[in-house]
């Protein structure tokens, strides 16, 4: 079956070119936001909002920008973004942003979206690149999310924060595992996630 | 034996090539070659061949953690008549309480651990590899008596895959598997692998007046008394070091006896298996690291008041060195290495146990941190000796 190409822009991040286990981009907040759900899905829908809106500004800007300043140009937009997010969270979600912390300003720096900027935004047409914005911030965040429900589930017996190991589990001596709360299991989990992945797609293999 | 080796040929054929069992044939080989030695030799070209090979160097390690194994079990029934106020002392009834109490996390260790060994080397194509009879012994030796089954087969899963089988199995490790799995439940599991409740087996029985189940590193780490600490038995009653070194204190059920210990190295010594270099740099590295702490001794960390004698003594300290540190995949490989390694090792572990008061014993982390490090010695070792060399003949030119 052949998609459409503007289909294909939006679907291929999920999974083939994936920016977090194919191209293996944005790790850091990975490891630093997914220990529970909730943090985890509101970063997914930050990062795809600032990164489909700054890919459809930079676009629209693309014959405008001169080369030898557009990385000022782009970190400027994308600044600009990420403090109506951060004040928009603040404003309806403010516990959440308070567990995202110092990670909502930090997505200025996140390489996904500079990487996109880069490589598709200033070459595409706004429509395109709005779809590709869209596309790599949910493969983003497709990770993100199983990550974060393997960490919450083990790690606190919790999904969204409500409990969902029975209590007779408890009982029965069943300890929630410490270290899945600890970054270093997100690190193997997204290296889990990696390996199922790799196996599925023989092509992705080194 | 004979009866048994012609039923075993018998069976061959249907795991040879063509045969009707050959995707088992790995299993079949790890079965034969741990009872029969095989009599298949090379066909070509001239072969050197030591008549030691990985089995027998595994069997020898297990005999010499034997007298630790038995000394530990014995002691996990003598501190329980402690802690209840049992007057039955006798040998025989000691030991085989302990055997009874340990024996489960013996059996998961093994089970799980070379339940997943066989079955990646079923996948591989691979012949099973025996590197799992040490670590199957050594993971139920360092965890404390009360470690719930269910844990320390999660926790050996984790480390057999993610320590060694993703790095290609037996020999490619560059973490201790053992450790690996403690690190894992301590980090995982804290309350099960720390504190007064897990070292010492209760049973159902209620305990005697003045029972505490600290070890004594427990008890120096929670210390609040400034100055010297009294160590105290699981009794109440002191403990001094001589204590100490026999073992008849509470802690992870192997690695309490200093005294069974120094019996096994012996024999890993006399058989070249260990590295005296690593051994004897290990323990000069503590000795040195807790007379500094113990000369530099302050109230805020009450382990630096314990005497470099008793320190080598105390905890998993000596069984870590012994057994751990020597290990000869994850250790270094130069001579030069071996002594940088094993010194590091010591140091630390004294350094973490006396300063950071988080954990009350450092031997576990240490060793993990140097098997991080071990490679990067070995190449800094090779390149200084490189350096060295070249400039040597450059001045002969």
């Known amino acids: 079956m052949k998609l459409s190409k503007s289909l294909q822009t939006l679907i291929n991040p999920l999974s083939k070119e994936n920016p977090v286990i194919v191209q293996v981009l944005g790790i850091c907040s990975a490891l630093a936001v997914t220990a529970k759900l909730e943090p985890a899905v509101v970063m997914t829908i930050s990062v795809t909002a600032v990164l489909a809106f700054s890919n459809v500004i930079i676009s629209l800007l693309r014959k405008t920008i001169p080369t030898s300043i557009r990385i000022i140009v782009q970190l400027v937009v994308v600044a600009a973004l990420v403090v109506i997010v951060d004040q928009v969270l603040k404003a309806f979600a403010y516990d959440v942003s308070k567990q995202l912390s110092v990670f909502i300003g930090l997505i200025i720096t996140n390489c996904i979206i500079m990487g996109r900027l880069e490589a598709f935004a200033l070459n595409n047409r706004p429509y395109a690149s709005f779809l590709d914005g869209v596309g790599n911030g949910l493969g983003y965040g497709i990770i993100l999310i199983i990550v974060a429900f393997f960490r919450e589930l083990l790690g606190s017996g919790t999904l969204f924060g409500i409990q969902v190991i029975p209590q007779w589990c408890y009982d029965h001596g069943y300890v929630n595992n410490g270290m899945m709360i600890l970054p270093p299991m997100a690190l193997i989990t997204v290296a889990c996630i990696i390996w199922v992945h790799r196996i599925k797609n023989k092509d992705l293999q080194e | 034996m004979s009866k048994l080796k012609e039923k075993i040929d018998s069976l061959k054929p249907k795991f040879e090539k063509g045969g009707k069992l050959y995707p088992l044939h790995s299993v079949f ?44 079990m014995w002691n996990v029934g003598y501190q329980h008549a402690l802690a209840t106020g049992d007057a039955d002392h006798s040998l025989f009834h000691l030991f085989f309480y302990g055997l009874w109490a340990v024996l489960p996390q013996i059996v998961t260790a093994y089970v799980v651990g070379l339940g997943i060994e066989f079955i990646v080397a079923q996948m591989r194509g691979h012949e099973i590899q025996e590197g799992f009879l040490v670590s199957g012994i050594l993971i139920p030796m360092i965890c404390p008596v009360d470690t719930p089954c269910w844990m320390i087969a999660v926790a050996t899963a984790f480390a057999v895959i993610f320590a060694k089988e993703v790095f290609g199995g037996t020999g490619y490790n560059f973490l201790n598997v053992a450790l690996v799995t403690r690190a894992f439940l301590f980090f995982a599991y804290p309350a099960k692998m720390s504190g007064d409740g897990v070292f010492v087996s209760l049973g159902d029985a209620a305990s005697v007046d003045g ?187």
């Open chain 2, 211 to 397: 029972y505490s189940g600290a070890t004594p590193l427990g008890q120096l780490a929670s210390s609040t008394t400034p100055g010297v600490v009294e160590l105290t038995g699981v009794d109440g009653a002191a403990i001094n070091l001589s204590d100490l070194f026999w073992g008849f204190v509470p802690g992870s059920w192997g690695e309490t006896s200093t005294f069974c210990i120094l019996i096994g190295m012996v024999i890993l010594l006399l058989t070249g298996i260990a590295s005296w270099r690593i051994i004897v740099s290990a323990a000069g590295g503590g000795f040195l690291m807790a007379l500094l702490a113990n000369h530099f001794a302050s109230p805020l960390y009450p382990v630096t008041f314990v005497s470099p004698v008793e320190q080598l003594c105390l905890g998993g300290f000596a069984f870590a060195m012994v057994f751990m540190a020597t290990d000869p995949v994850t250790a270094c490989r130069t001579n030069t290495g071996k002594v940088i390694y094993g010194f590091l090792c010591g140091a630390i572990a004294i350094l973490i146990r006396c300063y950071n008061t988080g954990y009350p014993e450092g031997a576990m982390l240490a060793v993990l941190l140097m098997n991080c490090f071990a490679s990067l010695i070995d190449y800094c070792v090779v390149n200084v000796n490189v350096r060295r060399r070249r400039k040597r003949a450059m001045i002969s030119q």
């Open chain 2, 29 to 72: 080989d790890g079965f034969y070659t741990f009872l029969f030695t095989p009599n298949e030799t090379s066909r070509s070209g001239v072969h050197i061949h030591d008549a030691n090979d990985a089995k027998r160097t595994m069997i020898t390690v297990i005999v010499a953690l034997l007298p630790c194994m038995l000394f530990g």
